[in-house]
Nanobody, 115 residues
Framework: QVQLVESGGGLVQPGGSLRLSCATS????????MKWYRQAPGKERELVAT????????NYADSVKGRFTISRDNAKSTVYLQMNSLKPEDTAVYYC????????WGQGTQVTVSS
């Protein structure tokens, strides 16, 4: 079955960095676009970044452009989100996602940016 498992979240001070990972299994990872979303308390889920199957097409939300970098390792079936210059407003649960017959989501990893 399809599984997506996020890791790498935590508590970080403003201006700090975190690297999130999403390990996947159960589908041909290298053939599918991968996405990172986030959801802050009381807010709707927000699309943060997408990366195409071969990694050639990448898009970011305006709120994270220049600070976040999405990447993937097709040999490891893993997608990453490098987050730099973190701000308190980046605080959220971060999810990876893919659409393989239907949308699949991981369980999420909490990112808290606070001094």
């Amino acid at each position: 079955q399809v599984q997506l498992v996020e890791s790498g979240g935590g508590l970080v001070q403003p201006g700090g960095s975190l690297r999130l990972s999403c390990a996947t299994s159960g589908f041909t990872f290298s053939a599918y676009t991968m996405k990172w979303y986030r959801q802050a308390p009381g807010k709707e889920r927000e699309l943060v970044a997408t990366i195409s199957a071969a990694g050639r097409t990448i898009n970011y939300a305006d709120s994270v452009k220049g600070r976040f970098t999405i990447s993937r390792d097709n040999a490891k079936s893993t997608v990453y989100l490098q987050m730099n210059s973190l701000k308190p407003e980046d605080t959220a649960v971060y999810y990876c996602s893919t659409r393989y017959l239907r949308e699949y989501w991981g369980q999420g990893t909490q990112v808290t940016v606070s001094s």
